[in-house]
């Protein structure tokens, strides 16, 4: 894979100056919830709705990484989750963040009182993954939880053999089971991140649209590269996915503009609005699609979902 076509991208220059958009002559034209075409400049595409499965698994593992915190991954793994497992997918979420912000997120579980966790899966050779996972409320959605002991794990790896593909073994026995499993990774580039490269088939990068958002993507290339080209070659990046977007502003919109221009295709079409229903959301312990279903957001997960599921390979996956 030539990264130097992500130069311009990850090397990108603070937004503004001539040739840029203005508020006033606004080339996105009126915003609207899911329109391609109006955030990211490019003719809209239509995705169709994903057909029922006969079968399941087996599953695709995405890992949702930026090293930078507060970009949207833990909010579009859940959210993401939860729209593939309505169109029919099982879904399995790790959360593999010491913080816990997934399984806070999701179940309103207080992550101090779990007994067994991902870190427990990880450094135990008695626990296995059916032990660790836990059903959650929306029909289709499991999970595998974490709290503060998983920071323990990335200095107790080191001497392990093989350290990079503990949570590869781990997920194995379940592969069959699921469509998709998502990993929700912690806002680091260090060896629990690596783990969660070495096991993905592809990866997502959620990037808010603000420009210090950006400046990490070159960082975040070359660890990825390493990943490909030392532990699994066959690790693709699934897409970059822009978030927190506000089409009001012009910061929002010259980065917006600049991922797609250093990106190309590789940029989803869908593109995920700020707003204060998903906040509401995780404080209610609920993914976007069911707290507030009609919402703007949740149909914006839900198109991301069916754009998500039509670029994957048609054989298996869940596509």
């Known amino acids: 894979m030539n990264w130097s076509e992500y130069g311009e991208a990850a090397n990108i220059a603070p937004v503004g100056g001539e040739g840029l958009a203005d508020p006033v002559n606004n080339p996105w034209g009126t915003t609207r919830n899911t329109g391609a075409d109006l955030h990211t400049k490019r003719p809209e595409r239509t995705y169709p709705e994903p057909a029922p499965l006969d079968e399941h698994g087996p599953a695709r593992i995405v890992a949702l990484c930026n090293q930078k915190g507060g970009v949207g991954k833990t909010t579009t793994t859940i959210n ?62 499991d999970l595998i939880p974490s709290n503060i002991d998983l920071s323990a794990a990335e200095v ?11 949570l590869g073994r781990a997920l194995r026995p379940v592969i069959n089971d699921y469509d998709v499993i998502l990993i929700d990774c912690q806002p680091s580039l260090g060896l629990l991140t690596v783990n969660a490269l070495t096991a993905a088939d592809g990866v997502i990068v959620p990037l808010e649209c603000e420009f210090f958002a950006l400046r ?71 993914p976007i699609t069911r707290f507030d279903s009609s919402s703007a957001g949740a149909n914006a997960y839900r198109a991301l979902a069916k754009e998500v599921l039509a670029r994957w390979p048609l054989s298996g996956h869940g596509a």
């Open 80 to 141: 993401l989750g939860a729209a593939i497992a309505e169109y029919g997918r099982r879904v399995l979420l790790v959360d593999f963040d010491p913080q816990g912000a997934l399984s806070v997120g999701l179940g309103r579980l207080d992550p101090r009182e779990l007994d067994l966790t991902v870190y427990n899966l990880l450094m135990q050779r008695d626990v296995t993954v059916e032990d660790v996972l836990l059903k959650t409320d929306i029909d289709g959605l």
């Open 156 to 166: 107790q790896l080191v001497g392990e053999v093989a350290r990079e593909q503990m």
């Open 216 to 286: 990490g993507v070159a960082l975040l290339m070359d660890t990825i590269q390493k990943v490909q080209e030392r532990l699994n070659e066959d690790l693709v990046i699934d897409g970059f996915l822009g978030t927190m977007y506000d089409p009001r502003t012009l910061h929002a919109r010259e980065v917006l503009s600049t991922i797609v221009d250093g990106f190309g295709d590789k940029v989803y079409g869908t593109v995920i609005n700020r707003t204060v229903r998903f906040p509401d959301a995780t404080v209610a312990g609920e």
